[in-house]
């Protein structure tokens, strides 16, 4: 019995590294950041960057709307939270409201998701997700070389920063 658990501690030691730089939801390539590859893999054409465009800018009021919304919410809430004695109604009812504007904001990022994959295949669009929060990552962190987002690099770029 004590063998068969070194043996497997072993063999699960042996394979951890393999297993780090396993393809990610069924993708071929590397795991966790490698931009170029995801490019290649993409391939998006003009038009399509275009209709992407279109489906990010026609959510893109909404989205906006509703996080002011929320950060409007959320001061009156901090607000009524300093009084000695807070009016639990009016709490109740401004958490209340800023669910239903999580909730606005999530159906839309959901519809967004959806008509994506409907443009870009489910392959496609897997990649682009993992796109988005490889280049999100490497931008925040400063590693974002230039030239990595390929020959349409700068319209690549904004169209993800416009997906966040």
């Given amino acids: 019995m004590k063998s068969a658990f070194v043996a497997a501690l072993v063999l699960f030691a042996a394979l951890a590294p393999a297993a780090a730089q396993a393809p990610a939801q069924g993708l071929p390539g590397p795991v966790g950041g490698d931009i170029r590859w995801s490019v290649r893999q993409l391939n998006l054409s003009p038009a399509e960057i275009k209709s992407i465009e279109d489906i990010a800018n026609s959510q893109a009021d909404g989205l906006a709307e509703a996080a002011s919304e929320m950060r409007i919410i959320q001061a009156k809430l901090e607000r009524l939270l300093l009084d000695k004695d807070p009016d639990m109604d009016a709490i109740r009812q401004l958490v209340k409201s800023s669910l239903d504007w999580e ?10 998701a959806i008509d994506l994959r409907k443009l870009l295949g489910p392959e496609r669009w897997a990649i682009l997700q993992r796109l988005q929060r490889d280049y999100l990552l490497v931008k925040k962190t400063g590693r974002l070389r230039p030239g990595e987002l390929g020959d349409n690099g700068s319209a690549l770029a904004a169209l993800l920063d416009r997906l966040e």
């Fill in 103 to 112: 909730l606005q904001i999530r159906m839309t990022r959901i519809e967004r």
